[in-house]
């Protein structure tokens, strides 16, 4: 067990939905990073929040957006959703800026 | 730009048999390296990691060596279990500005280990 959370462990909804992904970092851990596995690209890094504030953006595309809030957990927002926005969705935390990231169970989201 | 590229797979082994799967980067800076694994069903979890050239990471019996000359860090271990059969990752990471940092992650290798 990492110590960081991700709910919900699934999620199936429709082409054209919203969906909110929720991450708890580890205690103690500032920065929150989004991940995406799928079959045909891997895994892509999408954002990176630190202490409330982006500080890296990956290929993320502009209908997906993210947060962390005070409490230092993190949300990520994909909306207009497509049958290719099916996959699996990491969340990671470190306890530095540029520590190494222990990661999530994972959200698997599936788009019908 | 950086980028990682793991052997291909899927990896079937006997039991006991040494494994060893290779990994080759790019990278503009210095980057730190990683193994993790993703076992079924499962987030990933850190294996083991190297900051500078000739460090070794080491965990549950596997090893592998930060080698700038070859830019590799091949994972190696001596007897394989069943229980070791999973997906391996290599990544690496290069700090950026303001400590902005993403993980870059090679293809993935599947590993089988048969009793």
């Known amino acids: 067990d990492s110590g960081v959370t991700q709910t919900p462990k699934h999620l199936i909804t429709a082409t054209g939905q919203r969906v909110t992904l929720r991450c708890s970092p580890r205690?103690?851990?500032?920065?929150v990073y989004w991940y995406q596995q799928s079959l045909d690209q891997g895994l892509q890094f999408l954002i990176q929040y630190y202490n409330g504030e982006e500080r890296a953006k990956g290929n993320i595309l502009e209908r997906f957006s993210a947060q962390q809030f005070p409490d230092l957990h993190s949300e990520l927002n994909l909306s207009s959703l497509e049958l290719g926005d099916s996959a699996l969705y990491f969340c990671?935390?470190?306890?530095?800026?540029?520590?190494?990231?222990?990661f999530g169970p994972g959200t698997r989201l599936l788009v019908l | 730009g950086d980028s990682v590229t793991q052997m291909e797979g899927p990896v079937t082994l006997s039991e006991e048999a040494f494994l060893t799967i290779n990994c080759t980067y790019t990278a503009t800076g210095y980057p730190s390296l990683f193994w993790y694994v993703q076992y079924p069903g499962e987030g990933l979890q850190l294996l083991l990691k190297a900051t500078k050239a000739d460090d070794k990471g080491s965990n549950k019996g596997f090893e592998a060596t930060y080698r700038k000359e070859t830019t590799s860090f091949h994972l190696e271990k001596g007897s394989v279990q069943v229980s070791d059969s999973a997906v391996y990752f290599c990544?690496?990471?290069?700090?950026?500005?303001?400590?902005?940092?993403?993980?870059?992650f090679g293809q993935g290798t599947r590993l089988t280990i048969n009793p």
């Open positions: 990544a690496l990471t290069i700090p950026g500005i303001q400590g902005a940092q993403k993980l870059v």
């Open positions: 205690s103690g851990d500032l920065s």
């Open positions: 990671a935390s470190s306890g530095r800026l540029a520590g190494t990231q222990y």
